[in-house]
């Protein structure tokens, strides 16, 4: 049952964001990718090879971490039902069935849409800042959302008699995905929020290059959001928290990348400014090659066509 719904949603998503090469990201774009491919793989590549690593060491640490957190973290369960009280059963209280299969399929299908569109339409920009910086937000919603998973220990409503546990009733297959990637007490922040509300950060960031991606973002994030709470997964607490992480993540990622590339630009001709750092030396060589922090790089995006450049990124 597993392997049949991974392709059923890799043939959606993949429909979906074949669409979305077409009459979002355009022809002209498409062609300059397909042109500018590999030197475009060179510069952000390492984002997304870092990601992936982040991504497997995180599956691979999920039980571990899980069975830590009884020892070291806070069950807020209670505290968290005291504050909200039985707002999730309200929620619920709208639900019809067409309600119900619209964000059980937003919860899975659109959000990784949602999620994943965003990369393919930003490595097509001429520019690779947001691309860099989606890339490192996403990376750290995962790594301070697991942080505060061992720190925090909570159970979402469904687990506790508050709501209908709807998506799990509603579509039983959906259970077998979601219990292969998250753990029952991973509920506060809602990561599914976070990433979400990210992604439509950054849909709002680059309005000015894909204008028509910003309304589909906000209602895919703002459906994302609602049916973890709609579906009894998450409380409105997990919610509002993970809002918080992602503004958090967005602007760390945009810190980051700045940083990145003022070291680039202050390298030596052909050497990573990282070499430059006292008594890091040699070592640091293999490390700046995996960032992809290299002189070629900033070259490359400095000879990009400034014209091209303020249309594709808008300011902040």
Known sequence: ?????????TLVVGACILVGAVTIVGRTRLSELASEFRPRLRQSGPYLIALAVLLAFNSVLRDVTDEFSWFVGWEI????????????????????ELLTTYFSYIYVHGYVFLLVFPLFAYIALQRQQRFRELVVAYGLNYVLGTVLYVMFIAFGPRN????????????????????EINNPTNVFPSLHTSLSVTAGIFAYKTREAYPAWLPIAAVLAGSVVISTMYLGIHWAIDVVAGIVLAAGCVYGAERFV??????????????????????????VEMLSAAVGATRWTARFERESDADSDSNEVSSD
């Open 160 to 179: 506790v008699g508050i709501g209908e546990s709807l998506l799990y009733t509603t579509f039983p297959q959906f259970q077998t995905l979601t219990t």
């Open 258 to 283: 700045a940083a990145q590339d003022r070291w680039v630009a202050a390298a030596p001709e052909g050497k990573s400014a990282l070499l430059e750092v006292p008594h890091l030396g040699p070592r």
């Open 77 to 96: 369960t209670g505290a968290i039902e005291a504050i909200e009280g039985n707002f999730i059963g309200f929620v619920q209280s709208f639900q019809t």
């Open 1 to 9: 049952m597993l392997l049949s719904l991974l392709i059923e949603i």
